[in-house]
């Protein structure tokens, strides 16, 4: 079985992120969760605190499961990234028509520059249709419940982070 990068920026993970590493780690024996360093984004969590955060919780999948997932930064074209670590596929979730058009610009610009690298589409489970890390951050910044919408560990460092900025 292929081994699939699983890219994002994960500003923080949520809840719709986890349940595609879980259903990508039954469909592939290695699952690299690819951490982006390179975006223009202005982040609200560090590359580590991003790692972190994503490595407590897929350390608590149990083994048959955290044992298929890896967490790795990248820095870069996916595609290089891709060749190098010998995956074959990239996964990514899609919620909506809006993620569509977007997804579908980006594995086509993709398949031009590795045409061997295919992009695989899960979709997102109905909770978590509406569900992203904007809306996280948001909700976070302005003390509302984030229950059901990311994990205990994540909701922790948000309290946290927003508490440190009053
Ligand atoms: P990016 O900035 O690369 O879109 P994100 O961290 O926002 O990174 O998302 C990474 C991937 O996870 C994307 O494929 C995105 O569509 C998917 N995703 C984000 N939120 C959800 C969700 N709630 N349910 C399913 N997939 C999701």
């Not at 969760?33 to 490595?55: D, G, H, P, Q």
């Not at 499961?65 to 290089?80: P, T």
């Not at 909770?127 to 992203?132: D, E, G, P, S, V």
């Not at 990311?150 to 909701?155: F, K, L, T």
């Given at each position: 079985m292929p081994t699939a990068l699983?890219?994002?920026t994960?500003?923080?993970p949520t809840n719709g992120h986890?349940?595609?590493?879980?259903?990508a780690a039954g469909l592939f024996d290695r699952v690299i969760v690819t951490v982006a360093l390179n975006s223009s984004k202005k982040f609200l969590f560090s590359i580590e605190e991003r790692?972190?955060?994503l490595e407590e919780v897929i350390g608590s999948f149990g083994e048959d499961l955290s044992s298929r997932?890896?967490?790795a930064r990248f820095n870069g074209l996916l595609v290089d990234f891709a060749r190098e670590q010998n995956a074959s596929v990239i996964v990514r979730g899609l919620r909506t028509l809006g993620d569509f058009e977007y997804e579908m610009q980006m594995a086509l610009m993709n398949r031009r520059l590795a045409s061997q690298i295919n992009t695989v589409f899960i979709a997102a489970d109905e909770r978590y249709i509406h569900?992203?890390?904007?809306?996280v951050r948001d909700l976070a910044r302005h003390g509302a419940p984030l229950d059901e919408l990311v994990?205990?560990?994540v909701a922790q460092r948000l309290v946290a982070r927003f508490s440190e900025s009053g």
């Amino acid at each position: 079985m292929p081994t699939a990068l699983y890219p994002g920026t994960f500003d923080p993970p949520t809840n719709g992120h986890f349940d595609i590493i879980e259903r990508a780690a039954g469909l592939f024996d290695r699952v690299i969760v690819t951490v982006a360093l390179n975006s223009s984004k202005k982040f609200l969590f560090s590359i580590e605190e991003r790692l972190a955060m994503l490595e407590e919780v897929i350390g608590s999948f149990g083994e048959d499961l955290s044992s298929r997932v890896e967490i790795a930064r990248f820095n870069g074209l996916l595609v290089d990234f891709a060749r190098e670590q010998n995956a074959s596929v990239i996964v990514r979730g899609l919620r909506t028509l809006g993620d569509f058009e977007y997804e579908m610009q980006m594995a086509l610009m993709n398949r031009r520059l590795a045409s061997q690298i295919n992009t695989v589409f899960i979709a997102a489970d109905e909770r978590y249709i509406h569900l992203n890390s904007t809306i996280v951050r948001d909700l976070a910044r302005h003390g509302a419940p984030l229950d059901e919408l990311v994990p205990a560990s994540v909701a922790q460092r948000l309290v946290a982070r927003f508490s440190e900025s009053g």
